[in-house]
């Protein structure tokens, strides 16, 4: 199982990003593929999350109407834009994947229901 992310970098307020991730080595559409970040001395927080055919999506609140996460089941991709960043968004950004186990599926944003996790990519605003 691999899930590769890119797209980080330096920023300034204000301006845009997108990652990117990648995933190989398991049945990309059984999963709910999320984002989570974080920040040098604090907990991994939720960033948002989008459902198996992309149709469906959870945000965190920090990131409500600022932020979009995307899905492209034929390429196995999961990207997340984000606009007007802030220095506060500054965190290692890392792409996730979390397994559904019914039809009635939620959009999970704990950390302990994600199965895999990328290796993370920085994202660094600058004030």
């Known amino acids: 199982v691999q899930l590769q992310a890119s797209g980080g970098g330096l920023v300034q307020t204000g301006g845009s990003l997108r990652l990117s991730c990648a995933a190989s080595?398991?049945?990309?559409?059984?999963?709910?593929m999320g984002w989570f970040r974080q920040a040098p001395g604090k907990e991994r927080e939720f960033v948002a999350a989008?459902?198996?055919?992309?149709?469906?999506?959870n945000y965190a609140d920090s990131v409500q109407g600022r932020s979009t996460i995307s899905r492209d089941n034929a390429k196995n991709t999961v990207s997340l834009r984000m606009d007007n960043l802030k220095p506060e968004d500054s965190a290692v950004y890392y792409c996730?994947?979390?397994?559904?186990?019914?039809?009635?599926?939620?959009?999970?944003?704990?950390?302990?229901?994600?199965?895999?996790w990328g290796q993370g990519t920085q994202v660094t605003v600058s004030s």
């Open positions: 989008i459902g198996l055919r992309g149709g469906t999506f």
């Open positions: 996730a994947a979390s397994p559904v186990r019914s039809v009635f599926y939620t959009l999970p944003d704990e950390t302990t229901e994600y199965r895999y």
């Open positions: 080595g398991f049945i990309f559409t059984s999963y709910v």
